[in-house]
Each structure stands twice: as C-alpha cells, then as structure tokens.
C-alpha cells in the first residue's frame, strides 16, 4: 500500500509541476484579465464550459460536434475567454514549459518507481510460490 501512495504523489507532484508555469501567470496577470466585473463574469463561465469539455473528455464521453456546432462552440469559448486570447503566445509557452518540465524531470520518475514496483511485486510473488513448493528459501 505505502508504493501505491508514492506512486499517487508523484502523479499529483506532475501535474503540479505540469500545471504550474501557467498558474504563475494567470497569477500575475489576473489584474489585466478581470479588468472589470462583466470580464470576471465572461471569463468564469468560459472556465466552466472548457471544465466541463475537460472532464468530458478525462471522462471518455467527449464526442465533438461538427459543422455549425464546432463553430458555435469555438466562437462562445472565444468571446468567453477574449482577455486570455491576447496572451495566448505567453499561456501557450508557460503550458510547453510545464509540459517539458514534467517530461523531463517527473515521468522518468514516475516511470522507475512503477518499475521498480513491478519488480518488487513479481520478486515477492516468486519468493511465496517457491515457499509452497520447495519450502523455506534463504536469502
């Protein structure tokens, strides 16, 4: 149980560092963003209608529509998100970044511990198949 609790973090800890760039700047440039409250209230719901698509899409029900409903779709996300639209090189690089970062330093972490795990699981099957078979093993 205690690898399978590591093993959660380091999830976490990846989506932390993978998310994290881009929440630095949403951070710093919130100010510029709600500039006024009908911004603050355009840009809440654009977050909760790309929530929604994102946990419809996690979820594996996310079936895109086509024609007329695409655009429908891409042109309310727009005009609900208008403030961040004007910093989208800078929140597409802060994403890369974090994406990289996440590459680069945490899933090769996550990716030998779960080895690790692996190995560790199958020695400790072997280890009580040979203690039913053969008898006490010595280590």
Partial sequence: MK??????????FSFAVSCGPLVAVF????GEYV??????VKLSFGALVALFFVLLKILGRLNMPKGAG?????????????????????????ALLGECADFIFIRSMIKRY????????NAE?????????????KK
């Fill in 3 to 12: 690898g399978r609790i590591k093993l959660i973090l380091l999830y976490i």
């Fill in 27 to 30: 951070a710093v440039k919130w």
């Fill in 35 to 40: 500039k006024t409250p009908s911004d603050a």
């Fill in 70 to 94: 695409l655009y429908t779709l891409v042109f309310l996300l727009a005009w609900l998100l208008e403030p961040l639209l004007y910093d989208l090189k800078l929140l597409a690089g802060a």
């Fill in 114 to 121: 779960k080895e690790k795990l692996f190995v560790d699981k």
């Fill in 125 to 137: 099957a072997t280890e009580a198949l040979l203690k039913k078979y053969v008898g006490e093993v």
